[in-house]
C-alpha cells in the first residue's frame, strides 16, 4: 500500500508561482509513475504531469507545458510540482497518484491517490 499526501495549495495571483508537494508513505516501486491530475469544478479530472520514481522520463499536457515542472526526491519519497506563470484556467483542486502502467496520463494506471490540495488563481 501507499499513502500520499499532497500539500503547496493557495491563493495566487495570475502569474505567480506555487510549488506542490506530495509525501510518499509505504512501499514504492521503481517501475512507478507519480502522476499529477486537477479537476475543477463542474469539470473532469484532467492529467497535468507525471514522473517515474527511478529515471528521468517526464510527461506534461500540452496545457502546462513550459510553466510546470514536475520533479522527485527518491530518498524522501516526495514530488514536487512547480507551478509557473499561473493562469485563471489552473484553478482546481490538485491530486497526486502513484500507479503502475505504461501510459502515466490515464488515471486507470494509477492505484493509490492523495487527498488533494486547492490551488486558487485570482485575477
Known amino acids: 500500500q501507499v499513502q500520499l499526501v499532497e500539500s503547496g495549495g493557495g491563493l495566487v495571483q495570475a502569474g505567480g508561482s506555487l510549488r506542490l508537494s506530495c509525501a510518499a508513505s509505504g512501499r514504492t516501486v521503481s517501475n512507478y509513475a507519480m502522476g499529477w491530475f486537477r479537476q475543477a469544478p463542474g469539470k473532469e479530472r484532467e492529467f497535468v504531469a507525471a514522473?517515474?520514481?527511478?529515471?528521468?522520463?517526464?510527461y506534461y499536457t500540452d496545457s502546462v507545458k513550459g510553466r510546470f515542472t514536475t520533479s522527485r526526491d527518491n530518498a524522501q519519497n516526495m514530488v514536487y510540482l512547480q507551478i509557473n506563470s499561473l493562469e485563471s484556467e489552473d484553478t482546481a483542486v490538485y491530486y497526486c497518484?502513484?500507479?503502475?502502467?505504461?501510459?502515466?496520463?490515464?488515471?486507470?494506471?494509477?492505484?493509490?491517490w492523495g487527498q488533494g490540495t486547492q490551488v486558487t488563481v485570482s485575477s
Open positions: 497518484a502513484a500507479g503502475a502502467g505504461l501510459v502515466p496520463q490515464s488515471p486507470n494506471d494509477y492505484n493509490y
Open positions: 514522473v517515474r520514481w527511478y529515471g528521468s522520463a517526464t
